[in-house]
Nanobody, 124 residues
Framework: QVQLVESGGGLVQAGGSLRLSCAVS????????MGWFRQAPGKEREFVSG????????AYADSVKGRFTISRDNAKNTVYLQMNSLKPEDTAVYYC?????????????????WGQGTQVTVSS
């Protein structure tokens, strides 16, 4: 099994920054890719960003390109999401997810393990 624990959410004003962290434990060797998703009230969970174990070119949703950066520290088994120039529409619960299958997926069903989520609220 794999366990994921997110941290770093909070309340920030528009234009501000936050860095989310996702600590990974357990059978980490089985993980091929990591992703960040978010879910706003009344909306479906959506892909934000993802990166493979080899740290090849990361993927981003169009809505966050140029503002968010995903990174991973394999020595610490931690994945980060640096979020800059935050907007009120970025408000959501952010989830970290891990995938044990080859390839990078852009849909929630493509991931096998999930964290509990962390709330990000951006005020205008």
């Amino acid at each position: 099994q794999v366990q994921l624990v997110e941290s770093g959410g909070g309340l920030v004003q528009a234009g501000g920054s936050l860095r989310l962290s996702c600590a990974v434990s357990g059978r980490t060797f089985s993980i091929y890719a990591m992703g960040w998703f978010r879910q706003a009230p009344g909306k479906e969970r959506e892909f934000v960003s993802g990166v493979t174990r080899s740290a090849g070119s990361p993927a981003y949703a169009d809505s966050v390109k140029g503002r968010f950066t995903i990174s991973r520290d394999n020595a610490k088994n931690t994945v980060y999401l640096q979020m800059n120039s935050l907007k009120p529409e970025d408000t959501a619960v952010y989830y970290c997810a891990a995938r044990s299958r080859i390839g990078l997926s852009y849909i929630p069903t493509g991931y096998d393990y999930w964290g509990q989520g962390t709330q990000v609220t951006v005020s205008s």
